[in-house]
């Protein structure tokens, strides 16, 4: 699985959304502030998900700006964190 | 069917109490719930796996640890080393009562515990405590509340250390299900959704009934 089918798949369990409504999540579909099961308690549970599944650890400094602005900036931050 | 469906109350341990389902001369076995939040998500799941077991013939015991459910005694004053006995005392009790050392099913931070009944063990989604440490911790800045106290849950300083380091034992018999999109280490992977992580109760029957499956013909085997 791509990193990209990997933080869909998690955003589909987190957020409890349909398969069609995670297959369609793309680079420039937004995030927080969108996406209105994304509220700030579920922020929590996404990143602790993202944290076991993708084996990186995420400081709470790191959290917010573009990272949760886009689906393509959530890829970028995961696969900067894993080392590209 | 009736009697399988209506649990009973057992006291166990100091003071706490564990649901009963089912008859005590089949296999029996020893739920351990997810920690915090998570067992709340989990319950109407769990309580339906319970039953439908019970109904083919397996007796299920749900002990509610100490500070936890309808526990008598306070979380913030509860050590790591609390719960592991009261598991321990939970087990020996199932045993003296049916004759029959029950096997484990643990769900989540519930894995962090099982081998405190030395028996077989099988595990719904295991994760670690620093995973659950950090969760409270996120929660609690999410919801603007005091990081020590995150989402009205107060942990002992004893607690908290203990979680931090505390690992599934890989010790001895277990089986480990995963989510079918969780792709760390398992022995098979389910169909499902995470009800652990949904704010809003949640069910998943397929789910409900593909473990209800797994548990039967491993308790089985």
Redesign the interface.
């Known amino acids: 699985m791509t990193i990209e089918d990997q933080l869909r798949a998690i955003l589909r369990d987190v957020l409890g959304l349909g398969a069609e409504r995670a297959a369609a999540i793309e680079t420039d579909t937004p995030l927080f502030g969108a996406m209105p099961e994304l509220d700030s308690m579920a922020v929590a549970g996404l990143l602790t998900e993202i944290e076991d599944r993708l084996h990186i650890l995420i400081e709470d400094d790191e959290v917010g700006g573009e990272m949760l602005e886009t689906f393509g900036g959530l890829v970028d931050f995961v696969k900067a964190k894993r080392g590209g | 069917m009736t009697a399988a469906r209506c649990p009973r109350v057992h006291p166990y341990a100091d003071g706490e109490f564990m649901l009963a389902y089912g008859p005590p001369d089949g296999p029996q076995l020893l739920v351990l719930q997810p920690l915090f939040e998570e067992m709340n998500r989990c319950r109407a799941m769990i309580a339906g796996i319970c039953r439908a077991l019970a109904e083919r013939g397996i007796g299920c015991w749900l002990p509610d640890l100490p500070g936890t459910g309808e526990s008598l005694r306070a979380l913030d004053d509860i050590r790591w080393e609390d719960w592991l006995a009261a598991i321990e005392a939970a087990a020996t009790m199932v045993r003296n009562e049916t004759s029959t050392l029950p096997s484990t099913f643990a769900i989540r931070g519930g894995a962090l515990l099982d081998q405190a009944a030395v028996s077989r063990r099988l595990r719904l989604a295991p ?2 405590g620093r ?1 659950l440490l ?2 409270l ?3 609690a ?3 603007g509340s005091d990081p020590a106290r995150p989402a009205g849950y107060t942990l002992s300083p004893a607690l908290v250390d203990a979680l931090a380091n505390a690992e599934p034992s890989a010790d001895g018999d277990v089986r480990t299900l995963r ?1 079918a ?4 280490p398992a022995d098979r992977r389910i169909d499902g ?2 009800l652990w ?4 109760p ?1 069910t998943d029957k397929g789910m409900e009934v593909a473990i209800v499956e797994e548990i039967a013909s491993w308790i089985a085997s």
Not at chain 2, 181 to 184: E, H
């Open positions: 994760t670690t995973s950090s969760d911790r996120r929660s800045l999410a919801s989510l999109s969780d792709d760390r959704t995470p992580r949904r704010p809003e949640a």
